[in-house]
């Protein structure tokens, strides 16, 4: 649609429906196995898909993130307090310690009271991590507006699978196809690099035992291995180029382990994958020289 053409027959421009659409009524309905319900007018909030509703929530949310993260309680990574997360209408809560987690949940349920909001405890649960090898089996009961919150060891984020032992085999399993991995185990790493061959035999119609390295020269595209290569390069780059707090203080460390294990990644290094071994000191020689990553 363009300023001053008229989008149908009725002869309106994006003007007049710019300024009229505020002053409309706001009549909806619902349609169900192809029969409408009856008319109703909506007397409050935006409508579902409006272009802000993101920004009204927002605004709306914001004094809590605020009034969270000014507490100082929860998980420090290198000197920034990182206690909450919020994607839309998802917030997690981080902190290194159950009373610590008490309090967090204690503002979120004060900020509930005095704005009308109300949490979904039956949708709320609580993951412990596990530290190497330490583990804390009995953990004090957490509640969330009087309901006991359900402690659980593999939680579904924002279409992640989260586990408590912060491996993501479970992850990669079941979205091989995404490449979405991180960390996970040399068998993991086998089965995925299989699944991206065979399904590039599917489409060039090849028998199965064919010669990998072979069908994609002769077809010009990148192999499995070169791929990971250049994602894992996009991300260092990605990360190295934010104004993210949080991402700007792990691009500064050189330690990172996740940068590191990208950046030999990327610089053609076959990395251990394996949680039980250390990876490799070649991460210096690439970091060196970022340029060759871009």
């Known amino acids: 649609m363009q300023r001053g053409k008229s ?19 706001r009549i909806n309905s619902v349609r169900w196995e192809g029969s409408w319900s009856e008319s109703y007018r909506l007397e409050c909030g935006v409508r579902q898909g409006g272009l802000s509703s993101p920004t009204l929530f927002n605004l709306y949310v914001d004094d809590l993130i605020a009034e969270l993260s000014g507490t100082k309680v929860g998980c420090h990574i290198d000197g920034i307090c990182v206690n909450n997360i919020s994607y839309a209408d998802n917030m997690v809560m981080l902190s290194a310690s159950g009373c610590g987690l008490r309090r967090l949940l204690a503002i979120c349920e004060q900020y509930a009271v005095a704005h009308g909001l109300k949490y979904n405890a039956k949708k709320s649960q ?130 990172c382990p996740y940068m590191r294990h990208c950046c030999e990644t990327s610089g053609g290094h076959v990395p251990r994958l394996s949680h039980d071994c250390p990876l490799p000191g070649y991460a210096a020689s690439v970091l060196k020289k970022p340029s060759e990553l871009i």
């Open 7 to 25: 989008p149908g027959h009725d002869g309106l421009s994006v003007e007049h429906l710019k300024y009229a659409g505020p002053h409309l009524p």
């Open 126 to 255: 609580v993951m412990v991590f596990e530290a190497g090898s330490k583990r804390m089996p009995d953990l004090p009961a957490i509640f969330l507006d009087g309901t006991e919150l359900q402690r659980v060891h593999t939680f579904k984020y924002l279409g992640h699978v989260l586990a408590s032992d912060l491996k993501d085999d479970a992850d990669i399993e079941r979205e091989r196809r995404a490449f979405l991995w991180a960390g996970c185990t040399r068998g993991a790493y086998s089965v995925l690099r299989v699944q991206y061959n065979n399904a590039f035999r599917m489409l060039l119609r090849l028998p199965r035992f064919c010669s990998a390295s072979g069908m994609f020269a002769e077809a010009r595209v990148d192999c499995f291995f070169t791929t990971m290569r250049k994602r894992c390069a996009s991300l260092v780059r990605r990360v190295r180029a934010s104004t993210n707090s949080i991402l700007s203080m792990i691009a500064s460390r050189l330690d």
